[in-house]
């Protein structure tokens, strides 16, 4: 390979790695802030410690291990150990990737090389350490000293003698590490008899010269690592570093110097940074974990910091988009329910105990949640004047300048959860409660609502079109508030019995609404488009709509995710999928520190300050920064890794199946080192009808193959990437066997054809005798046999349905649910347990007799049959209780199932049998299955019984009111042997149970 080729290579790869959007380790970012992914053995890391890295051209992490070499694509490691590659692997310190594809690696048997998956070991003198040359081949510092490789061979580097330890490039200059010294050799020396000039440290009473095992620059210094310190060259002295004490007197286990000159230095106790002018920042024991001995720092192309250590496996560190703000830096309540920004700049959260002022890097104290007419800050708001209103889940206060001016007449608020504050002009609020609509106009105070539903007063979000326009955001669906009157618009019936969340502009003309459990809605010119979890949104869920940089930002359930908003579907656009970037919220499972997001919380849920948007979490407040986000990325390239057949593995190249079983597996890849989940998709050709869609799968299985020529096709894409990137394919063929050639075929279907005429003709003649006395017997016994089936179907069908089947309700009764119970304990999913009892039943009986009481009950059999979905079981559970099983469910689809359900019994007329009508209403108690790490028989009764205390509570609570009982953290086998009811106040208390009401 010529000079000037891998001049070429190198400019591109450097053009490359310059083409970043910001800096993966920020050197503003505190360590405690950065996220933080680990692997070990239980993610297929070979063995646990790490002793070095390269990454290749192709985009792999390489990683040394004490056993074997491991190659990373991001998500997966294919280890090559002496049993796959032939030569030995284990032990290998030093790594190298060149140019051209190769990785070098070097070790105490000398220097191995790999180039697409082979591996050859060249041997010589053990490696310490390699770089590059300066042509793209590797440079060795070896026991014997300087080496490199020439027409395939290691040859000693002329001009430095004795051990080599570490080696550094360094402009003209190239530093070696050696025995108690420092070399320095001009670079374009290296291949002729350098002039070599060396630095010896100070020998110390009583003490050995040390070797120097890494060497790093940075912009104000030289510094090297010992197994007795940290060194610094001054002039022409090494002396001790001077940045700590500790430091200076420890094993240096790694340095590095990463893009933005920040020294990182690896011990056995801790993890240090050092950027010049600021303190030394060491990383705490519950950032990575105590004494991680660090033995190998990398720092790949795209900035991510990788960490090898000894006992703790690989550790990548990256700056991220994401910055928390919690009880770490200050906020003494981490569940933050509102954001907003003060006149003066100032970040301002309402937390559940207080309102706290962050600077941009503590919070501080602002108005303790004594001062508050409830402690809980859940609505913030700065009016025109610069006053701070307060909601909270109880009344509303008003500060200006942290003095308290609440008006004594908001005072009547103080019933009511405020959950949006709006200013439309002077003195002239809107004030959104869980108590209806109110308007503060001039010192009065007026509810603008009076008489509507319970759900629809359940005001979540105003968005004031004009003084007196308004759309409002209801827990049941969108209402408009127009000159003094309250309607429905005809746009918003399909969101009707839906829990909108927020109401936002997303620009001209576009209104955008966020459900808690339909999706995303977009109104247009007249008509709403909704778009869901179904069309490829990572969920139903939407507390927050921000429209920032032409992209739409949304807090969820799930966590935060952006799309383009020229991407969400609109109202008369074709049916299309859409792919959202997750960004927070991942739950990544190598991740140290899960992105929790985000909260209902009231209008005040989210803020748009400059580039970064903040989110009200459980664990304090989230900042998004949308700057260091960048554009939508790019798709990955994807890459065929091997193809397995009978047992044996082969090369990604050409392949062609004679003999065998015609089963193949392929196993492909791309690999990404930066954050996020690459999905796949592939197709053989020839086979395949079309693209097949793998998910996060990274091997396609075909069985039975038929003969013929194939091209396997497979390409990836990332979440927010639009489209897939560059496919990379393999041709496969698949001979046929001698007997399936096209002679030997047609020669086989002539002779089967004259044998089977010759059958034919023979049987025929049989079948014709045989046939004339089997005719008269079947026509006779036919007929017979047909009356007695359908007799015995009609029979069965009866008995089937009625020991199924309650007579009154024609509903199913509990034999019916003892024979399903099987089926429904057998899956996955949670299921809602739920029991329904008619309040003051007896009442109906004794005052309309018995024959009204039963036309109550089939008639709210009826109404329970409408309501349930095909995947729920409805039983008369015994006299005028039902019991309800839902699939799929959480505890807070339960609740609103329960109360509509509670709703609708409560709205519905009754025949009275006098010719009038008759209402009733219903207590509810509901639980969750399953409530422990099994489920049987056992754990089902034990939510049912859970379901029964809950009803009896809400007997209790005045009934007509739904209350559940959910177990938080699953129950032993020792608890559910005993009834729940005499352990139900010690459950309480340990928090293992808690009880579920409608609250908000």
């Given amino acids: 390979m010529t000079r000037g080729l891998y001049t070429i290579l190198l400019a591109i790869a450097v053009c490359m790695s310059g083409m970043r959007t910001a800096a993966a380790m920020d050197p503003h970012t505190p360590f405690h802030a950065f996220v933080l992914d680990q692997w070990s053995v239980e993610q297929g890391l070979p063995q646990i410690t790490v002793l070095g890295m390269a990454e290749d051209r192709a985009g792999f992490l390489w990683v040394n291990t004490l056993s074997s070499v491991a190659r990373f694509d991001g998500v997966r490691f294919v280890a090559f150990d002496r049993a796959s590659t032939g030569v030995d692997t284990s032990l290998l310190t030093a790594a190298w990737a060149d140019p051209f594809g190769r990785v070098w690696f070097g070790g105490k048997h000398g220097l191995l090389r790999e180039r697409n998956g082979h591996f050859t070991a060249l041997g010589g003198n053990a490696v310490n350490a390699i770089i590059d040359a300066g042509d793209g081949t590797p440079l060795l510092a070896t026991s014997k000293g300087l080496a490199r490789l020439r027409n395939g061979r290691i040859v000693p580097v002329d001009g430095y003698v004795g051990q080599a330890f570490s080696l550094l490039r360094d402009g003209k200059k190239l530093w070696v590490g050696g025995l108690g010294r420092v070399c320095r050799i001009p670079t374009a020396a290296v291949a002729d008899p350098p002039t070599v000039t060396c630095i010896r440290q100070e020998p110390v009473a009583g003490h050995q010269p040390v070797p120097i095992t890494h060497i790093a620059r940075t912009g104000d210094g030289l510094w090297l690592g010992t197994g007795a310190g940290l060194l610094r060259l001054d002039g022409n002295r090494l002396v001790p570093s001077g940045v700590s004490p500790d430091i200076d007197a420890t094993s240096i286990e790694s340095l590095l110097t990463d893009r933005d000159g920040a020294l990182w230095i690896g011990t056995v106790q801790a993890l240090y940074r050092r950027l010049p002018g600021m303190p030394l920042e060491r990383a705490g024991d519950d950032d990575i974990a105590r004494h991680p001995w660090v033995q190998a720092l990398f720092e790949d192309r795209a900035g991510n910091l990788w960490m090898g250590t000894h006992i703790e496996g690989l550790y990548r560190v990256w700056n991220g988009w994401t910055r928390r703000v919690s009880t770490g830096d200050g906020v003494a309540d981490g569940l933050v329910w509102s954001i907003v920004r ?13 309102v706290e002022t962050f600077d941009g890097q503590r919070a501080h104290p602002r108005i303790p949640g004594s001062a508050l007419p409830n402690p809980s800050a859940y609505e913030l708001y700065y009016d025109h004047r610069g006053r701070l209103w307060i909601g909270t889940r109880a009344g509303i206060a008003v500060y200006e300048h942290d003095r308290n001016v609440t008006p ?58 004009a003084r007196d326009h308004l759309y409002l955001g209801t827990e049941d669906g969108v209402r408009e508030w127009r000159d003094g009157k309250l309607t429905q618009p005809a746009w918003a019936e399909p969101l009707r019995s839906h829990f909108v969340t927020q ?20 109104l247009q010119g007249g008509r709403l488009r909704m778009t869901g979890q179904k069309e490829g949104l990572p969920s139903d869920n939407a507390w927050t709509l921000d429209v920032h940089g032409g992209e739409l930002y949304v807090g969820s359930m799930v966590g935060v995710w952006r799309l383009p908003l020229a991407q969400l579907p609109v109202p008369g656009s074709p049916a299309r999928q859409v792919v959202p970037q997750l960004l927070a919220g991942q739950e990544r499972a190598t991740s140290l520190r899960n992105t929790h997001c985000c909260n209902g919380g009231a209008g005040a849920r989210s803020l748009i300050n400059g580039d970064i948007i903040w989110y009200s979490t459980t664990d304090g407040a989230l900042g998004v920064n949308t700057a260091a986000l960048g554009m939508q990325p790019g798709p990955a390239k994807a890459m065929v890794e091997s193809i397995e057949h009978d047992g044996h593995q082969f090369p990604a190249k050409t392949f062609e199946l004679r003999r065998g079983a015609r089963d193949l597996a392929i196993t492909y890849t791309a690999p990404y080192l930066r954050i996020g989940a690459l999905r796949f998709r592939y197709q053989l050709e020839g086979y395949d009808t079309g693209w097949q869609d793998a998910g996060v799968r990274r091997t396609a299985f075909y069985t039975h193959l038929p003969p013929g020529e194939y091209r396997f096709r497979v390409a990836a894409t990332l979440s927010g990437a639009q489209g897939f990137g560059p496919e990379a394919d393999l041709a496969i063929q698949v001979r046929p066997h001698w007997y399936e050639r096209v002679l030997v075929r047609g020669a086989a279907i002539l002779l089967l054809c004259l044998a089977i005429i010759l059958l034919v003709r023979w049987r025929m003649g049989v079948h014709r005798r045989r046939n004339a006395w089997l005719e008269a017997q079947v026509a006779g016994r036919t007929d017979q046999l047909a009356r007695a089936l359908e007799r015995l179907r009609m029979s069965n069908l009866a008995l089937a349905q009625e020991s199924h089947t309650d007579t009154l309700t024609a509903l199913h009764n509990r034999r019916y649910l003892l024979a399903r119970l099987p089926e429904v304990l057998s899956g996955e999913k949670c299921i809602g347990v739920l029991q329904i009892d008619i309040d003051y039943f007896k009442q109906v009986n004794d005052r309309y007799g018995h024959a009204v009481g039963d036309a109550v009950l089939r008639e709210l059999g009826l109404l329970l049959t409408a309501a349930r979905r095909d995947s729920d079981i409805t039983v008369r559970w015994g006299g005028e209780e039902f019991l309800l099983l ?76 739904s209350v559940g009982l959910i177990v938080t953290t699953l129950l032993s086998a020792e608890v559910l042997r005993a009834p729940l009811a005499p352990q139900l106040d010690t459950l309480l208390a340990s928090n293992r149970l808690r009880w579920a009401r409608r609250t908000s």
């Fill in 886 to 961: 839902l699939q799929d469910v959480d505890a807070a689809g339960v609740m609103n199932i329960a109360e509509r359900l509670r709703h609708d019994i409560g709205a519905q007329d009754f025949t009275d049998g006098r010719g009038g009508k008759l209402r009733v209403t219903c207590s509810i108690g509901f639980s969750m299955h399953p409530v422990s790490t099994y489920a049987d028989n056992t754990t089902f009764h034990a939510a049912v019984e859970l379901a029964d205390l809950a009803l009896y509570r809400a007997k209790q609570d005045g009934r007509n009111t």
């Fill in 408 to 465: 004594a007449a908001l005072s009547a608020l103080e019933r009511w959860q405020i959950n949006d504050i709006r200013e439309v002009a002077d003195d002239d609020f809107w004030i959104g409660t869980s108590g209806g609509l109110y308007r503060w106009h001039k010192g009065h105070l007026d509810r603008a609502d009076p008489g509507g539903s319970a759900a629809a007063s359940f005001i979540r979000s105003i968005l004031p079109l």
């Fill in 503 to 522: 109401l936002a502009m997303l620009r001209p003309g576009m209104l955008g609404i966020g459900t808690m459990d339909d999706g995303i809605g977009v």
């Fill in 342 to 354: 003060a006149p003066n700049g100032e970040i301002v959260f309402g937390t559940n105990s207080d």
